[in-house]
């Protein structure tokens, strides 16, 4: 158990409504990262943070924006949903010495209608 | 041409085989590379790192080959608790963003 919960675990939402999701760990890790799956794709990093208030964009940014107030939240945020975002969130933070280390949540099923 | 690339499968093998899965990858500045184990609508787990000597953990081995640029898992004495998705993941020196394959499906038969 990596200490990583995701909320809301599933969730249904219409195009252009705002939708948050968060990720919480109670490790106190500095690195956290959201990614998306999905098939044909595989993982795909969206955003990461080192830090509070430090994040910077990943290979899809675009339509998602970030937040991290406190080391143990950081928050995924799309703006304005479309259906094109309907895909399996999760969030991942890196424990150990290496940042290349990561354990995963369980993950937020998000589909836009 | 994708940068990491898997072979989808799925692989089908009986209880007891020994299977091997090939991940190869395109940027030669690529440093720390990682297998995970992603089970049916469940999130990836970090299965082990690759190291250029070899890693081994029980029945798994790992192997990175640099000359080739792929790296390898091998599980011997397969159980049916294998089946899953086998991802990998190659990082490049000085880069936060990692790049996924997209899985290789094994499945243990009886």
């Known amino acids: 158990d990596a200490g990583i919960t995701q909320s809301p675990r599933h969730k249904v939402t219409e195009t252009g409504t705002p939708v948050t999701l968060r990720c919480h760990q109670t490790?106190?890790?500095?690195?956290m990262y959201w990614y998306r799956q999905d098939p044909g794709h595989g993982l795909r990093l969206i955003h990461y943070?080192?830090?509070?208030?430090?994040?910077d964009k990943g290979e899809v940014s675009d339509g998602y924006s970030v937040s991290r107030s406190k080391t143990e939240d950081f928050l995924l945020t799309l703006e304005s949903a479309t259906s094109s975002q309907t895909s399996v969130y999760f969030c991942?933070?890196?424990?150990?010495?290496?940042?290349?280390?990561?354990?995963f949540g369980p993950g937020t099923r998000l589909l836009v209608l | 041409r994708k940068e990491v690339e898997q072979d989808p499968g799925p692989f089908n093998v009986p209880e007891g085989a020994t299977v091997a899965f090939n991940c190869t990858y395109s940027n030669s500045a690529s440093q720390s590379f990682f297998w995970y184990r992603q089970d049916c609508r469940k999130e990836p787990k970090l299965l082990m790192s690759v190291y250029s000597s070899g890693n081994e953990d029980g029945r798994f081995t790992a192997q990175l080959n640099r000359a080739s640029q792929y790296i390898s898992l091998l599980i011997r004495d397969s159980k049916l608790s294998d089946s899953a998705t086998y991802l990998c993941?190659?990082?490049?020196?000085?880069?936060?963003?990692?790049?996924f394959g997209r899985g290789t499906s094994l499945i243990v038969h009886p």
């Open positions: 991942a933070i890196s424990r150990g010495h290496l940042v290349e280390t990561q354990y």
């Open positions: 943070s080192y830090g509070v208030k430090d994040t």
């Open positions: 993941v190659v990082w490049s020196g000085g880069s936060y963003i990692p790049t």
């Open positions: 490790e106190n890790h500095r690195y």
